[in-house]
């Protein structure tokens, strides 16, 4: 079974940090690509950033230079690191994991976490 579940979610105060993670299990993580998506209330799910099984990492552009994702391979989790907050970074947060070709698009995602909620304000 597939599990994936997200920590770290808090209010902050915009040009804070955060630091969430995925806790991954059920799946042979070297051969998945992981991802974090976000939705605000109203909107689509979209995609922040996305780790290929290589090592190869990239960021939607609203968020280049200010949030980090890594992966630990021993404890499989999923980092996403996120600094400089803006009130628009403001939504559920959700992990994500497909096997094979890595992918910004949501619905290509068969697995994913609960969400944890990240809210900033200004």
């Known amino acids: 079974q597939v599990l994936l579940v997200e920590s770290g979610g808090d209010s902050v105060q915009a040009g804070g940090s955060l630091r969430l993670v995925c806790a991954v299990s059920?799946?042979?993580?070297?051969?998945?690509?992981l991802g974090w998506f976000r939705q605000a209330p109203g909107k689509e799910r979209v995609g922040v950033g996305r780790i290929h099984t290589d090592g190869y990492i990239k960021y939607a552009d609203s968020v280049k230079g200010r949030f980090t994702i890594s992966k630990d391979s021993t404890n499989n989790s999923l980092d996403l690191q996120m600094t400089s907050l803006k009130p628009e970074d403001t939504a559920m947060y959700y992990c994500?994991?497909?096997?094979?070709?890595?992918?910004?698009?949501?619905?290509?995602?068969?697995?994913w976490g609960q969400g944890t909620q990240v809210t900033v304000s200004s």
């Open positions: 059920g799946i042979t993580f070297s051969n998945y690509c």
């Open positions: 994500a994991a497909k096997e094979g070709y890595c992918s910004m698009v949501a619905h290509n995602y068969p697995y």
